[in-house]
């Protein structure tokens, strides 16, 4: 990824003066309504408390198109910026990982095998009795037989023939947070370093000024830090019998694959809350020079407005996620005019999992009392120095001679958060 500045593109710059006057607008709008957001105070806005959360929700509509054109064209800026510095392209992928080195679940069943045994008295004597040879199909009915046979126990399937049960495929996961969301919004890379360096701008000091004819030129300044980002490493293991992975064909795949969701659901974790203390990587919430907006009296979305806001006067960018909690975006989701309208839609249609044009991610990665947000798409990376890797060994302690494996797994990766001003933080939620 390139951290250039834009090249100039009027186009772009177009469109974000209309995406913030289309949000200028809306947050008027909830300024009019006031914190009891009651429609009847908005005169901005003509016709009855439905007509106008109807105008609302259009206006929302607006904005979140005319965030996917800033974002589009943000992609073609920073293309032609590239193209202009004669930049090399750093090819950025996902790297999954998933059974690198695993292989297919094991084949190997153990065999079963019957010996036919005799027939038992009461066997022959019933196949033999007039009731069985004289039984026609279709006839509903047959010859009586009496058989003059000593019964001391009941033969039922308590003290008998147990029937025999199949267990269903299905197979029900723990209760636990759902597949990891978070990494999804992050640029990756791969590094061969154990250590990710970079140059960051720490000095910029601007004098350019109109001068006169033979005049002194005011001086600029300019300074670059090197800055760094440790590789870190997320891993666990799982003990194994010989016999469930020679027995069970399912088993072996199924611990392949639930292994590196744990690394997943960690990693998402790490990169919001992270505290940076070794062996851990450092999340955005524990960032210095971040943007903080305290909740105070403000409503949740007057409050992530504000810390966007921060984010566009002192990061210069665009917040490209929110993520949250599920029941403080709850909050959010019910929110009423003064009454009873619905301005994030009627229950009976789905919401928009987006506020002020920027989407919106419900997980518990990130505190409880926090929302975290950001411009992800161009000042984050998540450097992977080794993808998930999978390794089975037996030599682990006494593992050997008790017939069990150790299946373990890991992946390496460094956290960087390129321009702190860049993301935010709401607390007090």
């Not at 890797?389 to 390496?412: A, M, P, W, Y």
């Amino acid at each position: 990824m390139t951290n250039e500045p834009l090249v100039d593109f009027p186009a772009l710059k177009e469109a974000r003066e209309k995406l913030d006057a289309k949000r200028k607008s809306l947050a008027d709008i909830f300024t009019e309504a006031g914190p009891e957001y009651d429609m009847t105070r908005v005169k901005s806005l003509p016709g009855d408390s439905h007509a106008k959360v109807a105008k609302i929700g259009e206006l929302n509509k607006e904005i979140i198109e005319c965030k996917g054109k800033v974002d589009d064209l943000e992609v073609v800026a920073h293309a032609a910026a590239m193209a202009a510095a004669d930049a090399t392209d750093v090819e950025t992928k996902a790297t999954s990982g998933i059974g690198e080195r695993g292989s297919e679940p094991d084949d190997r069943r153990g065999g079963v095998s019957f010996k036919k045994g005799r027939s038992i008295p009461f066997g022959e004597m019933l196949m033999d009795s007039p009731a069985i040879k004289g039984f026609k199909p279709g006839s509903g009915s047959g010859p009586m037989a009496h058989l003059d046979i000593e019964l001391k126990t009941l033969f039922q399937t308590t003290a008998g023939w147990d029937p025999e049960d199949l267990r269903t495929g299905r197979m029900v996961d723990f209760a636990t947070r759902p597949a990891p969301r978070v990494v999804d919004f992050l640029p990756q890379t791969t590094t061969t370093m154990s250590t990710v360096l970079y140059m960051e701008e720490t000095t910029f000091t601007n004098s350019a000024a109109e001068t006169a004819e033979a005049g002194t030129y005011a001086e600029s300044a300019l300074a670059l830090t090197e800055k760094s980002s440790e590789v870190r490493k997320i891993a666990t293991f799982l003990p194994v019998t010989d016999e469930q992975f020679e027995d069970e064909p399912r088993a072996r795949a199924y611990v392949e694959n639930r292994l590196p969701f744990m690394l997943r659901q960690r990693l998402d974790s790490q990169i919001l809350v992270g505290d940076g203390t070794a062996p851990n990587l450092r999340g955005t919430e524990n960032i210095v020079g971040i943007n903080t907006q305290p909740l105070g009296a403000d409503p949740i979305p007057d409050a992530l407005y504000k810390a966007m806001r921060k984010i566009r006067d002192t990061g210069f960018a665009e917040p490209s996620v929110v993520f949250i909690r599920p029941e403080k975006w709850e909050g959010v989701r019910l929110l009423r005019t003064a009454d009873g309208v619905y301005i994030w839609g009627h229950p009976a249609i789905p919401g928009p999992t987006t506020i002020w044009g920027v989407p919106v991610v419900e997980t518990i990665a990130c505190t409880a009392t926090k929302a975290v947000m950001g411009d992800y798409m161009n000042f984050s990376e998540l450097a992977v120095r080794r993808g998930v890797d999978i390794q089975i060994s037996n030599s682990h302690g006494t593992f050997f001679v008790e017939g069990k494996l150790c299946v373990r797994c890991d992946v390496r990766s460094a956290l960087i958060h390129y321009r702190p001003s860049a993301f935010s933080v709401v607390t007090g939620l």
